[in-house]
């Protein structure tokens, strides 16, 4: 708790009362579906027998549960948890994650089910709370904390629904990549007002390292790197007209070592693939991914098996799940662009001028004002790439790991209806509040049934 102060403390046991609440209702509705669903693999990969359909009418209510959850890419997890990762495709899935729940016990399947449904339960929980911190911070409004409090609510009722739940990546993901922005959102803070020490240093240096972590769990945590590559380019004015001071200096070599610790995450697992299936094999039997000039697993298998590159998802049956996505990328760009125009930081030029903090008239409030714009960037790519270049659905659920869309959402929510544009920005609010709810509940009982989107 020390990284809350007292008045955001009395704010923590309500979230985690909405967040038990709502965790119940979606896990309830996961118990009671009826099924394997369509794909048998979950109910294969729990009990290999020829009796399992039998067997699946005595299971417990835990255990049917644990079925409803195991599914999808939660199956590549699991499964590499129990014999490590085989076959190529399966690289395409974290490896660090399927390491962590496979470390934890060495056991049957269904603990390490078990045990991936209670990391991503808990990593969401602490996801909500780092949120709410991060937004108490970052919000330029003097309404910070009860736009705060909406924001992790938000994040509560996102649509990324059960895959918050299930033996998922995503929730680690959204804790890692939240407490990375925390973390580089207090060292900045630490810099408007005082000089370089070892404490903002070690902020920055901590958020890069998080940062890295975020990427070996999902590959668009490298977008966070965004964060760390504007801080640093934001200098060069200086650097052309030779007006660097030491403190710059320093926070430059502090910034640009942060963004190199994001590079092991996304190298380190491309290695270890690149040994196990390119060193000490014939000409004959290497796949053609190690010969390129960048060997990259990852992108192959993206590529062979989701068939997924630049405008390879434009197809007229795809149309549906475009529609689908549509809000939240809208959320996203808009969000993004509203920030980003009205909050952005000028890069630095001439000597260093002490920054103050930001102060937002009551008028203006639906501006969606914050201390920290930078953060809109990693979201503004990810809607761009997801719109032209992977399966578009899944920004629904990725998206839960990026701030600036919460605190849009929730701006607008409290913004003063004095004026016609703050009423609409208000009922605009509200609606993308129920589509998020009526979204989350049918996602969720679409997840359990191994029914699509995915």
């Known amino acids: 708790m020390a990284i809350f102060d007292q008045a955001e403390i009395g704010h923590l046991r309500p979230l985690a009362w909405i967040f038990c609440l709502w965790k119940a209702l979606l896990l309830f509705l996961a118990a009671l579906s009826p099924g394997p669903g369509y794909d048998t693999s979950a109910l294969i990969l729990l009990d290999p027998s020829t009796k399992r359909r039998e067997n699946f009418l005595t299971l417990s209510w835990l255990s049917r549960l644990g079925l409803n959850l195991l599914r999808w890419d939660a199956l590549y997890f699991v499964k590499a948890a129990e014999h490590d990762k085989l076959f190529e495709q399966e690289w395409a899935f974290s490896w660090v994650y399927s390491r962590l729940i496979g470390g934890v016990t060495r056991t049957e399947v269904q603990h390490y089910v078990l045990v991936g449904i209670l990391v ?11 949120l709410y911190r991060l937004l108490t911070i970052t919000s330029g409004s003097r309404q910070r904390r009860q736009i705060a409090f909406v924001g992790a609510i938000l994040h509560v009722l996102t649509p990324a629904s059960l895959f918050l739940s299930a033996p998922y990546a995503e929730a680690l993901f959204s804790l890692l990549n939240l407490t990375g922005m925390l973390l580089y959102a207090q060292s900045k803070s630490r810099a408007d007002e005082q000089p370089p020490s070892l404490h903002e240093d070690a902020l920055k240096l901590s958020s890069g390292i998080l940062f890295a972590a975020a990427t070996m769990m999902r590959s668009n945590g490298l977008l966070s790197g965004l964060i760390l590559l504007y801080d640093a380019a934001r ?5 052309a007209s030779m007006q660097l001071t030491l403190h710059d200096v320093r926070r430059i070599i502090v910034t640009v ?11 380190w697992p491309q290695y270890l693939a690149y040994r196990r299936f390119c060193v000490g094999i014939s000409t004959s039997e290497t796949p053609p991914w190690c010969k390129k000039t960048i060997p990259s697993v990852y992108s192959w298998v993206q590529s062979r098996y989701w068939n997924v590159g630049l405008f390879r998802y434009w197809t007229l049956p795809n149309l549906p799940l475009f529609l689908m996505a549509a809000p939240m990328l809208w959320l996203l760009l808009q969000s993004s662009a509203t920030v980003l125009h009205s909050s952005f930081q000028p890069p630095l030029r001439g000597r260093p001028v002490p920054q103050t903090r930001t102060t937002v008239k009551p008028e203006d409030l639906s501006t969606v004002a914050t201390r920290v714009p930078e953060l809109a960037l990693p979201q503004l790519v990810l809607a761009v790439a997801a719109t032209t270049s992977f399966h578009v659905q899944i920004v629904n659920r990725i998206s839960s790991g990026y701030p600036t869309w919460y605190l849009m959402v929730a701006t607008w929510l409290l913004c003063d209806r004095s004026t016609s544009n703050q009423s609409e920005s208000r009922q605009r609010s509200e609606w993308a509040i129920r589509g998020i709810v009526v979204y989350a509940i049918a996602q969720g009982v679409l997840f359990a049934n191994f029914l699509p989107p995915a």
Do not use: E, M, W
Request: proline share 7%; aromatic share 8%.
């Open 120 to 130: 991503s339960n808990v990593c969401h929980l602490l996801s909500v709370l780092i």
């Open 235 to 239: 200098y060069i004015p200086r650097i």
């Open 257 to 267: 070592v942060a963004g190199c610790f994001i590079i092991p995450g996304t190298v």
